[in-house]
Every structure is written in C-alpha cells, then in structure tokens.
C-alpha cells in the first residue's frame, strides 16, 4: 500500500494549552477508510485541520498528496450566499445536460437547485457539499461530520453514496455516529483530551478492547440499585447511562442474573465498534490527564 499521509510528533497548541499531543507516529496509506473518533474537544477537528495546513503545529506531517487532490466536507462550508443551488453546481462540475440530470437525481437535488444558497437548510446546504465533492473525484477525501444535520433517511442514502464513491479513495472520516463506519472502517483513530488512545487497523482496536458484550443500564435504572455489587465489572459511561463491560459470556450471564433479580432493565450489545470504543475510553480512565498547560 502507498503511503499517503505520516504525522510524528504532532502538537497543537491554542491559547495556553496544548489541545493536540500526539506522540505516536500515524501512518495512513492509499485506500485506507479510518474512521476518527473522540468525544467532543477531543482534538479531530484540530487535527484534520493541522493535516490540511490550516492551523500553525509542531512535528511532521508529511503528505504524499496536493490540496487540489483532496474532497473537504466539514461542518461549516462557506460559500457565496447569493448564488443559486444551480449555478454553483455548473460551475463545479462542468457537466453535460444528461450527466446533470442525472447527478441532481442522484443526490435529490431537485427541490433545491433553484433556490440560493443562503435560502438551504443546514442539512441541505451539507447534501449540496457532499454531493459536489463526491462528485469531483478526488483521491483523498476529509469528511468532519458529514451526516450532522441530516434527516435519517437523507443520512443513510448519502452514506451509501459516501461509501459508493469513495471505493477507490482514501479517507478520514471524523464522526460520532457509529454505524456510519460498521462495515466501512479499516482503521481506527482514537483521540481522547488531544492525546492518541489508538490508531490502528480495525481488527487490532477489537483485539486490544477484546470482550464479549456490553450489558447496558439507563440511568434511571440505577436508582435504586447497588453498583457495589458488580465492583469487579469495568464499566463505562455512555451518556444515558453505565455500560458493564463484559469480557465473556459466564460474566454477561451473572451481570444479567444480578440485575434482573434487582428488576433492573437492561439491554446487551455484543462487540462492535461502539462497545470497544466505550472500552477504550474506560481503560483510559485512569489515566484521565487534563489537557497539558503551556507556557504562553
Ligand atoms: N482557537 C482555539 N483556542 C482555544 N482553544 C481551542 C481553539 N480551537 C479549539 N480549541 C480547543 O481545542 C479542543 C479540541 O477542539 P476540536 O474542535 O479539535 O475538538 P473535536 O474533537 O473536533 O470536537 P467536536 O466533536 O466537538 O467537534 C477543544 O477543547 C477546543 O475548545
């Protein structure tokens, strides 16, 4: 496989804080799809952006590629408000009447390409990005939370087209949705407060957070419940909840027996990509570093 993009020894530093340290060496090749993961402020964003030369760092970051080579959706896409849906798309994608039509039907563009930019949604002003970046076949592509702001189904018919059209690209893709990257990610990235938690192939992030389910318990059920007494159990914070982590099927039997003798409601996830993530960030707990302060 081509190299395409190694970052060693990357720092990013805003303010007094170091808010990217990554020591490690990350090394992506051609036809990678890593999937970057971290809860919010954990430094993606900074980091992709550091890769595209838009922030000042320290470290390397080499890349075997040229902006022009690159298909960039992030959160906020600024374009020029007083052009037409229309407009914009003639001008980025010189194509043919027939390719045209086709590439506005693809995309269910239809509704929106006489209406100005500034009049679009969110959502919709994200489909137009997508779609034009997708459509411009590049060979590296930098999504920042693609699909936010997208109803459900606009989200799993602009997936499929992501994952379509990128077959024969590279990507990074930042997201918090997980079942965007089941069955799609061949490498993981894991920032957790700008400090790398894992980078590595998929099969290697379910290998070091091996287990078997998690058993997983809303807040609200844990009331009137003694935690105390599964001490021995890792657990994790979901959000809405504790998720027990457990490492084989004896245990998810007596997790279960103890908190259905406790008419506690539960449900079990078996191993994915969500529950090994859950993992890591569990085991790195302990290791809970504030972001580094630095000399101004
Ligand atoms: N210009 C800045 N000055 C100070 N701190 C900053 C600046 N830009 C980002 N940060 C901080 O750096 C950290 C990482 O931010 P970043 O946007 O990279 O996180 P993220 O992982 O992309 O988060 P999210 O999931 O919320 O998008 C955050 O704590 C953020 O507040």
């Not at 990678?32 to 952006?49: F, H, Y």
């Not at 990509?273 to 000399?295: F, G, I």
């Amino acid at each position: 496989m081509n190299p395409v993009l190694t970052i060693k020894g990357l720092q990013v530093k805003k303010s007094n804080q170091l808010i990217l340290d990554i020591k490690e060496e990350i090394a992506i090749s051609s036809g990678d799809n890593v999937a970057v993961l971290g809860e919010n402020g954990a430094g993606k964003t900074t980091l992709i952006n550091a890769i595209l030369g838009e922030i000042d760092f320290e470290g390397e970051i080499i890349k075997h590629f040229q902006k022009k080579d690159c298909g960039i959706v992030f959160q906020d896409n600024a374009y020029n408000d007083l052009m037409k849906v229309y407009e914009l798309i003639e001008l980025v994608l010189p194509l043919r009447k027939e390719a045209l039509t086709h590439f506005i039907e693809s995309y269910d563009l239809k509704d929106l390409k006489k209406k100005y930019i500034k009049d679009l949604s969110g959502g919709e002003k994200q489909r137009l990005t997508l779609s034009l970046v997708l459509e411009s076949e590049k060979n590296i592509y930098f999504f920042d939370e693609l699909t936010s702001g997208l109803d459900y189904k606009k989200r799993l018919a602009l997936l499929a087209m992501m994952k379509k059209k990128t077959i024969a690209g590279t990507v990074l893709n930042v997201t918090h949705y997980f079942d965007e990257i089941e069955n799609w990610a061949t490498k993981i990235l894991m920032l957790k407060q700008g400090k790398l938690i894992f980078f590595g192939s998929n099969e290697d992030f379910f290998a070091k957070f091996k287990h078997y389910s998690v058993v997983k318990v809303e807040y609200n059920q844990l009331e009137n419940f003694n935690k105390s007494v599964m001490e021995n159990v890792q657990t994790a914070d979901t959000g809405d909840g504790i998720a027990f982590i457990c490492p084989n099927h004896d245990i998810q039997v007596d997790v279960k027996k103890i908190l259905k003798n406790n008419d506690v409601v539960y449900s079990v996830i078996k191993q994915n990509v969500y529950t090994s993530y859950l993992m890591a960030y569990a085991a790195n707990e302990k290791s809970n570093h504030k972001m580094t302060e630095v000399k101004k």
